[in-house]
């Protein structure tokens, strides 16, 4: 991800039911970017 983007985007934190990871995530539906999955909490 650009550098510049990622300062101007806040985004918000998840968790991944399927797989544990935690990551940022932006828009309406996030997803996993380990697995691919949309079964996501707010972390």
Do not use: H, N, W
């Not at 101007?8 to 309406?28: A, L, M, P």
């Amino acid at each position: 991800m650009d550098v510049e983007l990622e300062d101007r985007v806040k985004g918000k934190d998840y968790k991944c039911r399927e797989c544990g990871t935690r990551f940022k995530g932006i828009g309406k539906k996030p997803m996993c970017p380990s697995c691919q999955s949309e079964e996501i909490d707010p972390a």
